[in-house]
């Protein structure tokens, strides 16, 4: 069946670096559409970015697209967020999922697989 496992969350402070991965298997990953997604204490899970096929990425937002860069290894059956200058506000359990669309979803409903999430603080 299809697994999704995401490492690289931990502790950092306000300003630091982190990059998350995740492993896909029991999918043929280049034909996938990866996404992550965050989810803070009280929030609503909210889109970051994702990844086509191709390996066009998209953004949440601009201040994430000059922050977080999202790419992906076919060969590794593994996409990437780097995370540059956190803040406390970054907070938040990440997580991965895959989709068949052809154009990447932004909304959770438009995955089919998720992971089971990381967790990444921020300190100030």
């Known amino acids: 069946q299809v697994q999704l496992v995401e490492s690289g969350g931990g502790l950092v402070q306000a300003g630091g670096s982190l990059r998350l991965s995740c492993a896909a298997s029991g999918l043929t990953f280049s034909r996938y559409t990866m996404g992550w997604f965050r989810k803070a204490p009280g929030k609503e899970r909210e889109f970051v970015a994702a990844i086509s096929w191709t390996g066009g990425g998209i953004y949440a937002a601009d201040s994430m697209r000059g922050r977080f860069t999202i790419s992906r290894d076919n060969a590794k059956n593994t996409v990437y967020l780097r995370m540059n200058s956190l803040t406390p506000e970054d907070t938040a359990a990440y997580y991965c999922?895959?989709?068949?669309?052809?154009?990447?979803?932004?909304?959770?409903?438009?995955?089919?697989?998720w992971g089971q999430g990381t967790q990444v603080t921020v300190s100030s």
């Open positions: 999922a895959a989709d068949q669309a052809l154009n990447p979803p932004i909304v959770h409903s438009g995955y089919a697989y």
